[in-house]
């Protein structure tokens, strides 16, 4: 997984003389065959401020993969992944960006979005 980050936006401390975002693109989440290294899928992102994303988590059942991430209209979230093909199968609003966690359920039912001091659940279904 690739942290993406903007550059610039520093404002002076009027906050008078603010630079524009420079958006960085590139992959967010690969799987890679080990020991080849060969690509089995990416997750292509584009992050237009400046943010931590944290550590990816994957089910213990090995079917889901949830990265936090920016998205162009809806802002923060959580996109819930397929491990066999890479498909974003869902984007989840996420409670905020900065200080986040998130997991899934023992029995990889459930997905979780822990940020500060907010706790969201999800259920993921069959």
């Not at 404002?11 to 690509?39: F, I, K, M, N």
């Not at 992102?45 to 998205?71: C, H, N, Q, V």
């Not at 986040?100 to 279904?125: K, N």
Request: proline share 6%; charged share 20%; glycine share 10%.
């Amino acid at each position: 997984m690739k942290n993406l980050r903007a550059f610039g936006g520093n404002c002076d401390r009027s906050g008078s003389d603010c630079s524009q975002w420079t958006p960085d693109t590139g992959t967010s989440a690969e799987l890679r065959e080990l020991p080849s290294g060969r690509l089995i899928w990416s997750v292509s992102g584009a992050a237009k401020a400046s943010s931590s994303y944290g550590e990816p988590a994957i089910s213990r059942d090995g079917r889901y993969a949830l990265i936090l991430m920016l998205t162009e209209d809806r802002g923060p979230t959580a996109a819930l992944i397929s491990m066999e093909t890479g498909e974003v199968l869902q984007e989840i609003p996420s409670p905020g960006m900065s200080e986040c966690a998130i997991g899934f359920s023992r029995d990889s039912s459930a997905a979780w979005i822990s940020c500060r001091s907010r706790l969201v659940m999800y259920d993921i279904g069959p």
